[in-house]
T-cell receptor, first 114, second 114 residues
């Protein structure tokens, strides 16, 4: 089983739609969670961190469910410019301040159509 | 402010050839990383450097070597390229401690080994 799993999609939605992605993680020691956005043939960029209480940034809402070990990303009022691949990233801390690792999911592709 | 700069952007090698991928950041970040990205695999960590003068193996270090030349520069060397090393390579840096987001990525190097 992969440490971080995402549905690769693609998710094809019309402009204005609401779309949600989930990401599951297997390591219960995971401590920090993030969503990155990656445009075609470009580098990944941080979209938002995911906090325990859930957080919102404009049209984007991220949530964490520790009990079920998943995080989610909700995009409201989808725009054409939201078309991209969304990477789920999990930080597993090691036993000391200088250890740990970041695990990247393979990404979920979103295509927003006119 | 250029951020993270990688060179070259594209490279084609024959099996057995060697090359060095260069990476430099101008954000005064302590931690630097080399990842490779392959379809369906997510980003995988090759090597990382917590600070100037230190380097450590990541998830997939075989066939690679690195040098943290100074705080700004972190190079990745392929001594004898193999077709399995065909991939997109990303250099990244971070300023919030090792493996803490956000990671700032370079534009990537597309390497093909024939």
């Amino acid at each position: 089983r992969k440490e971080v799993e995402q549905d690769p999609g693609p998710f094809n939605v019309p402009e204005g739609a609401t779309v949600a992605f989930n990401c599951t993680y297997s390591n219960s020691a995971s401590q920090s969670f993030f969503w990155y956005r990656q445009d075609c043939r470009k580098e990944p960029k941080l979209l938002m961190s995911v906090y325990s209480s859930g957080n919102e940034d404009g049209r984007f809402t991220a949530q964490l469910n520790r009990a079920s070990q998943y995080i989610s990303l909700l995009i409201r009022d989808s725009k054409l410019s939201d078309s991209a691949t969304y990477l789920c990233v999990v930080n597993v801390h090691g036993g000391s301040s200088n250890t740990g690792k970041l695990i990247f999911g393979q990404g979920t592709t979103l295509q927003v159509k006119p | 402010n250029a951020g993270v700069t990688q060179t070259p952007k594209f490279q084609v090698l024959k099996t057995g050839q060697s090359m060095t991928l260069q990476c430099a950041q101008d954000m005064n970040h302590n931690s630097m990383y080399w990842y490779r990205q392959d379809p369906g695999m997510g980003l995988r960590l090759i090597y990382y450097s917590a600070s100037e003068g230190t380097t450590d193996k990541g998830e997939v270090p075989n066939g690679y070597n690195v040098s943290r030349l100074n705080k700004r520069e972190f190079s990745l060397r392929l001594e004898s390229a193999a077709p399995s090393q065909t991939s997109v390579y990303f250099c990244a840096s971070s300023d919030r401690g090792l493996f803490n987001s956000p990671l700032h990525f370079g534009n990537g190097t597309r390497l093909t080994v024939t």
